[in-house]
């Protein structure tokens, strides 16, 4: 376990083809912090995150996690060797298997023996109110049930940065809004160092410390969090 990990980025710039999508971004996430990437659509957000999971390399600049350098121009550290979870939109979950498997499964990637693999996964589904569920396939499910399963395969490994792609936007607002502030509580259980991308300020200001604001692939503003800030309306 590496709860406790920095993010640096130097430089960092990314471009499909001559369209630069991130210019020259200078970013230090502080180790077991929660940043928000807030922006409009295009503005480079999930380009960024896709740099952070190892989904794809920059094309100038480099990427730290801790002392260890994950990233830079001509050579990237792969997804499955950067200790990270990820949170998708669309939730990713293997439909064939049961939620207890959905979860394990970045467990026994890594060969975790079955009795170990067996209390971490119930351990993470108590985290996110999933125990009654272990046994069922993720299609009889509510889409926020299955968000939890994809919230508890990424915690499972305890890995030491968690990524999430607007994971709430498929869901309806008042399942988006106690999702959010039960997610927000787990990320301070968990200690930890998270990037969380959305278009939603109120979604970034419960669960930041600090917002980054993207614009057109550049750093437009960033603001820390206030606790009593952190609630929503
Ligand atoms: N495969 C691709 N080929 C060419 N351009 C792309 C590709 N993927 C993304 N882009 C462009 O890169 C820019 C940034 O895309 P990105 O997906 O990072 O935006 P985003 O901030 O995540 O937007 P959204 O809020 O809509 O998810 C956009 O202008 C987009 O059109
Ligand atoms: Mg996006």
Not at 71 to 85: H, M, T, V, Y
Not at 149 to 176: K, T
Not at 206 to 215: E, K, T
Request: net charge neutral.
């Amino acid at each position: 376990m590496n709860a406790f990990t920095a993010i640096r980025l130097q430089g960092i710039s990314y471009a499909f083809g001559s369209h630069t999508v991130l210019d020259d971004i200078d970013l230090t996430i502080d180790a077991g912090s929660v940043v928000a990437l807030l922006g409009p659509s295009g503005c480079g957000k999930s380009t960024l995150l896709r740099l952070l999971a190892g989904l794809t390399q920059p094309a100038k600049g480099e990427i730290h996690f801790g002392e260890r350098l994950v990233a830079k121009p001509d050579w990237s550290l792969p997804p499955e060797a950067r200790d990270i979870g990820m949170v998708f939109q669309d939730y990713a979950l293997w439909p064939h298997m049961t939620v207890a498997q959905n979860v394990a499964f970045p467990l026994k990637m890594r060969n975790v023996p079955r009795a170990e693999r067996d209390a971490r996964v119930a351990k993470a589904l108590a985290r996110v109110g999933l125990e009654a569920f272990a046994d069922r396939k993720p299609s009889g499910l509510s889409g926020g049930q299955q968000q939890r399963v994809a919230l508890a395969r990424a915690i499972v490994g305890e890995p030491r940065v968690l990524l999430f792609d607007e994971p709430l936007s498929n869901l309806d607002s008042e399942l988006r809004e106690s999702l959010c502030t039960e997610m927000a509580r787990l990320l301070r259980q968990l200690g930890t160092t998270a990037v969380y991308v959305t278009h939603d300020r109120r979604e970034a200001e419960i669960l930041a410390d600090r917002i980054v604001h993207l614009s057109a692939g550049s750093i437009a503003a960033v603001r820390a969090v206030t606790p009593s800030s952190g609630e929503f309306a």
